[in-house]
């Protein structure tokens, strides 16, 4: 603004005319005639006047059409507009690229009504080992906070129930919002009865306020009921409420699901981590059968919060995949991809799918698990 001499003090607040194709930033100055269209030497500076095509008029003060056609401007910027939005249209394309891979990492399932149909009967008939004389088995949910436990369960209630719910309290904290162990129990609306196991819903694992390490034991064992108030500061004695002294076979949990965050799998704090692979010790030691329900891949990948069918496509998930099963420990094919109902209002079919098919997989783990507590007692 330097070559600008002897000008109003209140000509001088910068405009921007936007013009079809190009942008002019300037300061304006009004001249004496209408000159001509090209630079003035003695003045440096350039002549506003023909035939344009505005986008944008200038917002100053008093301006108008003809005002602007023959305004004298000593800066003259020009910038490619269309250019610009070519090259970030571009980079998005370049940054989903990043997320696909040239072909499915895993064989995914139907997406189709029929499919989801087929899903749905199957954990909806669902019924244990006969050989086993229970009527349902227990499926614990474990994982850090936030993870989405409760919102597992609220997503599958809501699929036998026939709309969203949200019996269960679930979102974000500073700490755990299960405060209680919940032994949830799911009715099919189609049948008006319930079906043959529970999600068993546990407080959330970190660093300080969690889970008593004995209280893991005593949870796979059967000696917390429904509704027993984890203490964070003690672990649980035989005078506490809900304490089962002698738990049956049926009292036990017969599959574990890690609820894991794949949007951070990579920063969950070490305190957090240790006690994740305390329990799968203990889960170990007693032979009982375990997943990881990883969530959240939505976060994860962008093609995946618009189409959650892109979830098996996804270089994105793959890896979160991967880092899952070396984190816990156990084989990629068993940790399942899950999208909870979170911002829906309407039950979709392709999301029912996902977290069907990682509810299927956990039933035949649990099967698997009466199968083999049934031949060690008929070997005794």
């Not at 607040?13 to 269209?37: E, K, M």
């Not at 994860?300 to 996804?314: A, G, H, L």
């Amino acid at each position: 603004m330097d070559n600008i001499r002897n000008i109003d003090n209140s000509l001088m607040q910068p405009h921007l005319i936007s013009f079809q194709n190009t942008v002019y930033a300037s300061n304006p100055r009004c001249p004496p005639d209408y000159g001509s269209p090209h630079a003035n030497n003695s003045n440096q500076v350039f002549n506003l006047n023909g035939e344009v095509n505005f986008g944008v008029n200038s917002d100053g003060q008093y301006m108008n059409m003809n005002y602007i056609n023959y305004m004298l401007v000593s800066d003259l910027e020009v910038y490619s507009v269309k250019a610009v939005v070519i090259q970030q249209a571009s980079n998005l394309r370049q940054i989903n690229t990043t997320h696909e891979v040239s072909k499915q990492w895993r064989e995914p399932p139907q997406w189709s009504e029929q499919s989801f149909q087929q899903l749905k009967d199957f954990v909806s008939r669902y019924k244990p080992l006969p050989d086993m004389k229970i009527s349902e088995v227990n499926i614990l949910l474990v994982g850090q906070i936030n993870a989405g436990k409760s919102s597992f369960f609220n997503s599958l209630n809501s699929i036998f129930r026939g709309e969203i719910s949200a019996r269960a309290c679930a979102g974000s904290s500073q700490h755990s919002l299960t405060t209680d162990l919940r032994k949830y129990r799911i009715r099919n609306r189609a049948t008006s009865g319930y079906l043959n196991f529970r999600l068993c819903d546990t407080r959330g694992l970190e660093e300080e306020m969690s889970m008593h390490l004995q209280d893991m034991a005593l949870l796979l064992d059967g000696h917390l009921s429904d509704q027993y108030k984890f203490n964070p500061m003690a672990h649980a004695t035989q005078r506490d409420l809900g304490f089962v002294l002698n738990p049956t076979f049926q009292d036990k949990i017969h599959c574990v699901a890690f609820v894991v965050d794949g949007s951070s799998i990579d920063v969950i704090k070490g305190n957090v981590s240790q006690k994740l692979m305390h329990f799968r010790s203990l889960m170990i030691e007693r032979g009982i059968p375990h997943v990881v329900f990883l969530t959240k891949l939505d976060k994860v990948c962008p093609m995946v919060d618009e189409d959650v069918r892109k979830i098996y496509q996804s270089q994105a998930c793959k890896k979160a995949i991967e880092t899952a099963a070396d984190v816990i420990g156990i084989p990629r094919g068993h940790v399942f991809p899950v999208k909870n109902y979170e911002q829906e209002t309407q039950l979709q079919t392709n999301v029912s799918i996902v977290a069907l098919t990682a509810m299927r997989q956990t039933l035949v783990f649990a099967d698997d698990y009466l199968e083999d507590q049934y031949e060690l007692q008929s070997d005794q």
